[in-house]
């Protein structure tokens, strides 16, 4: 059981590049979400999902899009890279859209840019 | 709006009990309470949620006062690699964000 996959675990960019990063979640969770964790703080929401062809806004979502086209997969795209999006990224998946029920975070993606 | 507050950080030796108290002033009558774990260069993961009274599992106490207002996670006898970040999230009202917030630091010393 896989649980909730990230890809990659590394990245490093140039400012102005694009990139997705990838998140998957073999549970059949109906609830998506991305955070950034900059360095000694706490997980910042950027988008969440209430299911497939549902997302808003968390609390960072400049600069960031993503889209849930099927249950398992949420990517997150960054447009145009910026050094103040260097950050560590986690996913995170919850069975139902309700915040009582348990978050499972993917293992990250620290991306640096430069 | 639900908000939590926490210490920012706390320190402890080896085998000491600890208690992190967090704040809720504001939670909604059906909403847990939830506390996670995050060790260095992982994500956070689950270890303990509750409504009222106490919870215990294998690995740590739950305490909630009859008001609900605050919580307090219990960790028996620390060790070493219990140093980590703890999160303590609540509900924010009327809406499906886990909004978390800055987490007490807590490290062991041996």
């Known amino acids: 059981n896989a649980g909730v996959t990230q890809t990659p675990k590394f990245q490093v960019l140039k400012t102005g590049q694009s990139m997705t990063l990838q998140c998957a979640q073999d549970?059949?969770?109906?609830?998506m979400s991305w955070y950034r964790q900059d360095p000694g703080m706490g997980l910042r929401l950027i988008h969440y999902?209430?299911?497939?062809?549902?997302?808003d806004q968390g609390e960072v979502p400049n600069g960031y899009n993503v889209s849930r086209s099927t249950t398992e997969d949420f990517p997150l795209r960054l447009l145009s890279a910026a050094p103040s999006q260097t950050s560590v990224y986690f996913c995170?998946?919850?069975?139902?859209?309700?915040?009582?029920?348990?978050?499972?975070f993917g293992q990250g993606t620290r991306l640096t840019v430069v | 709006l639900a908000k939590t507050t926490q210490p920012i950080s706390m320190d402890s030796y080896e085998g000491q009990e600890v208690n992190i108290t967090c704040s809720h002033n504001?939670?909604?009558?059906?909403?847990?309470i939830t506390w996670y774990q995050q060790f260095p260069s992982q994500g956070p993961r689950f270890i303990i949620q509750?409504?009222?009274t106490k919870v215990t599992n294998e690995v740590a106490s739950l305490f909630i006062p009859a008001d609900r207002k605050s919580s307090t996670l219990s960790l028996p006898r620390v060790s070493l690699s219990d140093t980590a970040v703890y999160y303590c999230?609540?509900?924010?009202?009327?809406?499906?964000?886990?909004?978390f917030g800055a987490g007490t630091r807590l490290f062991v010393k041996a």
């Open positions: 995170a998946s919850n069975r139902q859209a309700d915040p009582n029920t348990e978050a499972f």
């Open positions: 549970m059949n969770h109906e609830y």
């Open positions: 999902s209430v299911g497939a062809g549902i997302t």
């Open positions: 504001n939670i909604a009558t059906n909403d847990y």
């Open positions: 509750g409504y009222k």
């Open positions: 999230l609540v509900p924010i009202t009327g809406g499906f964000k886990t909004i």
